[in-house]
């Protein structure tokens, strides 16, 4: 029902017309509170670059987030990661996140981030404080922030937003009669726009998930995705149908598709309540987090890194290494 009052195949939307001019009203205040000094920033001794998104759920942040760590260590840079860890509640903040730290604490994207690139990872409500324990604890030279484009509290150098191809911004309204938390508009103002499959524009970077593998939960035993049968198809992410669809790429067809609410917590029974005799649980790589500690053994996970193409990326990493070198030797004199 949501996506359909979001793109405007619905005329739900209208009812909701009055509550999204207040949060418009709200967030253009805040972000103007910062701008004009009303509110004080807080600039961190390292660049930031922040990876976030004008719309709520799923454009691909995560993953673009892991690409970008992966290129700037190519490059001889030293990335760490923060994030608000949502989904997850820690007994104090910051907290800093390793590929063992649970889920329950941490936030999956979070873990997953750790757990793929290895870089430091911190969260915190106030990102200001993940990127302070960051940097007195680990030898960083530039931050990744995963999600935090609204969070104007932090200072930053690049902005890079994450677009979701198909959907795009849907009836292009203010949360909740629409998808955006920011307008469109917004873009103009950002350094770098990648567009999550479907067609990119002029100027933005196009971007492809490419899946990998099947993974076995239980052994890490990876198998090709067509390999797979008698599959039921589990997705607790932003949005469920990307999944859905990478799989029917593959040439899967799951018996079932079973949609999740983002960052949704799960439950050994629950999850076996889902097979009947002879069938496995494919999930997503975010789920996978969540799920490893009850696992069983006809559970798998299907990864996936996303590929950026276009003349615009070499340029968007240039810039962000000379920024960090830049920042690097002005620290040195």
């Known amino acids: 029902m949501i996506e359909r009052i979001w793109s405007g195949r619905s005329p739900l939307w209208r009812l909701l017309w009055p509550l999204s001019l207040l949060y418009g009203a709200v967030s253009t205040l805040i972000r103007l509170s910062y701008q004009r000094g009303w509110r004080q920033s807080w600039r961190a001794p390292v660049p930031v670059i922040v990876v976030g998104n004008l719309t709520a759920g799923g454009n691909g942040k995560t993953p673009v987030a892991i690409w970008l760590v992966r290129e700037l260590q190519r490059r001889g ?5 923060v994030s608000r860890g949502y989904g997850g509640k820690a007994a104090s903040y910051p907290l800093l996140v390793n590929a063992d730290t649970p889920p329950q604490q941490a936030g999956d994207e979070p873990v997953l981030i750790a757990q793929r690139s290895g870089v430091p990872v911190a969260v915190a409500p106030k990102r200001r404080a993940a990127v302070e324990a960051l940097l007195a604890r680990q030898q960083v030279d530039v931050i990744v922030t995963d999600d935090g484009l609204q969070h104007y509290a932090l200072q930053r150098d690049r902005e890079i937003v994450v677009v979701d191809g198909v959907r795009r911004f849907g009836n292009g309204w203010w949360l909740p009669a629409g998808p955006m938390r920011e307008r469109a508009s917004r873009l103009a103002q950002v350094d770098a726009v990648i567009v999550n499959g479907g067609r990119a524009e002029p100027g933005e970077i196009a971007m492809t998930l490419l899946p990998g593998d099947a993974v076995n939960l239980l052994t890490q035993r990876s198998v090709p995705l067509s390999a797979l049968h008698n599959v039921v198809a589990m997705a607790g992410i932003g949005h469920p149908p990307r999944f859905f669809q990478t799989l029917r790429d593959g040439d899967v067809t799951p018996v079932a598709e079973i949609a999740f609410a983002d960052h949704y917590a799960y439950r050994k029974d629950e999850l076996n309540g889902l097979l ?5 649980l494919l999930m997503t790589e975010k789920d996978a987090v969540k799920c490893r500690g009850f696992a069983q053994p006809d559970w ?4 996936v890194e996303a590929e ?15 920024l960090v070198r830049y920042n690097r030797a002005e620290h040195l004199n």
Do not use: F, H, N, T
């Open 300 to 303: 798998w996970y299907l990864p």
């Open 276 to 280: 009947a005799a002879g069938q496995s």
């Open 77 to 81: 840079l030293k990335p760490g990661v």
């Open 308 to 322: 950026l193409r276009g003349s615009a990326v070499a340029p968007l990493l240039d810039d962000i290494e000379r």
